[in-house]
């Protein structure tokens, strides 16, 4: 296989950028789980006609997933590795990668997900649990795995391996490549973690075969790594050191989320392709990447005191979404203000999924209650429920959340009713009747322009309700 070159991440809403970028695209990468749809029974399946729409992009696929990380004890969820790996086939992926990180802790039915990718324990113990979980995913796709250095906002500990050293005996002891996003190292290096300088000098920079370019911001003193729009200049300048640097690098991909599309211009992300294109260039020829066994030999010598794994990944992953832990160590970690940080990502992220699946319910409670009253709600109902994977699930647990405290709230249950049969609808795209004891014009007609129903009509309705 050749270098694959240059070009963006597929996300929902993208393509006027893709379409503007056509003829400079040689690369899209695509988010597995954003073509994913949680079935009402439970299973998980891919949206064919969105997988369709993709066939007619320019350019070579990867897959880069964003929900089933593999640094973690846990290991990844098998059901999802196994759609990762049928979609690798169909899309002719020559690689997939994941992050380096934890979002589900505990074991069995005991474990929660945290709604975010963390960071591991970065200890030689951290890294042998890692390795492990790296390997459940990589020996079960049927491409090469690439693993990606996340952000990490935590201060670094006296107790811990160095983010090279630990990312790179992972690598080293998984077999695995790295994909090497420059916004992640250079926006730990912004928080207080270690520079990029010292970062590549302690990773094995031949198994970098992808970079990523992206935006942030800064938030309470931090530089979120928020995917917000395009690279600032210290980026670039940054990319244009490093990448010549990297032997095996077949791609560079600008990455963006979705919410960030309509602010972009699509001129000045045709600007950036280029810039980038005339930095680097992949090499001809250049053999496929390769599908290594894991290395022989000890992890890297280290601190292997404090907290193990499991322990760091549950009391880490409880205090970033608002549960009490009384430990020693927690009252130490709760101590660092990241902490907090996490935990407001967190609920604004939950927020966020609920507000763009129960559009009608959010309005009325919001019309209703006001901010402060919806936060109130939000924080109860994110104290006693850990996040869900999928915005569909977060929106069906929301609901049981509202059935059982019933919030003072008139009409509610009727718009709860409809949002979730739109939900169910779009789902499987099979069309459902709902039953309602109000007239569903009256109740649209108001929300939809921002005002509570005045004398809404009553009786008895049946809704069709279709995609």
Not at 204 to 212: A, G, I, S
Request: glycine content about 10%; hydrophobic content about 40%; overall charge negative.
């Amino acid at each position: 296989m050749t270098g694959l070159g240059v070009g963006l991440t597929h996300v929902p809403g993208a393509e006027p950028i893709l379409e503007a970028c056509a003829d400079l695209l040689e690369v899209v990468e695509i988010e597995p789980q954003a073509l994913w749809r949680a079935r009402p029974d439970g299973t998980t399946g891919c949206d064919e006609e969105a997988l369709r729409r993709l066939a007619d992009l320019p350019g070579a696929r990867l897959l880069h997933g964003v929900g089933n990380p593999v640094g973690g004890c846990r290991p990844p969820d098998p059901r999802h590795t196994a759609l990762v790996g049928e979609l690798a086939g169909r899309l002719r992926a020559p690689w997939v990668s994941e992050h380096l990180a934890f979002n589900h802790t505990g074991r069995g039915d005991e474990g929660f997900r945290t709604g975010f990718m963390l960071p591991p324990r970065q200890t030689p113990e951290g890294v042998r649990r890692s390795v492990a979980s790296v390997r459940a995913m990589a020996d079960a796709v049927p491409v090469p795995l690439a693993v990606e250095i996340g952000a990490n906002y935590l201060r670094p500990r006296a107790d811990e391996l160095s983010d090279g050293r630990f990312a790179a005996g992972v690598a080293e002891g998984a077999g695995c490549g790295l994909l090497l996003d420059l916004h992640n190292v250079l926006a730990n290096e912004r928080n207080g973690r270690a520079p990029v300088a010292r970062l590549l000098d302690e990773l094995p920079l031949d198994r970098v075969w992808e970079v990523h370019l992206a935006g942030g911001f800064e938030h309470r003193g931090y530089w979120l790594d928020a995917h917000s729009g395009l690279p600032d200049e210290e980026l670039l300048a940054l990319a244009e050191r490093v990448l010549p640097r990297l032997p095996a690098l077949r791609a560079v991909l600008f990455e963006v989320t979705g919410s960030a599309v309509p602010g972009l211009d699509p001129q000045a992300v045709r600007d950036l392709l280029v810039r980038v294109r005339e930095q680097w260039r992949p090499q001809e020829p250049m053999a496929p990447v390769p599908r290594e066994r894991p290395a022989a030999g000890a992890p890297p010598a280290g601190p292997d005191t404090g907290p193990g794994p499991e322990e760091w990944e549950h009391v880490l992953g409880a205090l970033t979404i608002g549960r009490v832990v009384d430990s020693p160590f927690a009252r130490e970690l709760a101590a660092d203000p990241a902490v907090a940080l996490l935990r407001e990502l967190v609920t604004e992220s939950r927020a966020s999924a609920l507000a763009g699946t129960l559009v009608h319910t959010v309005r009325l409670l919001l019309l209703t209650l006001g901010e402060a009253g919806v936060r109130d709600l939000l924080d109860d109902y994110t104290r006693s429920h850990p996040p869900e994977l999928f915005a569909t699930d977060e929106a069906a647990a929301f609901a049981g959340h509202l059935r059982r405290t019933r919030p003072r709230v008139p009409w509610l249950a009727d718009v709860l009713e409809l949002d979730l049969g739109l939900v169910r609808v779009r789902l499987d795209d099979t069309p459902r009747t709902v039953r309602l004891g109000t007239d569903p014009n009256d109740l649209l007609a108001a929300l939809g322009a921002g005002r509570l129903p005045v004398d809404p009509g009553r009786g008895s309705f049946l809704v069709r309700l279709t995609a």
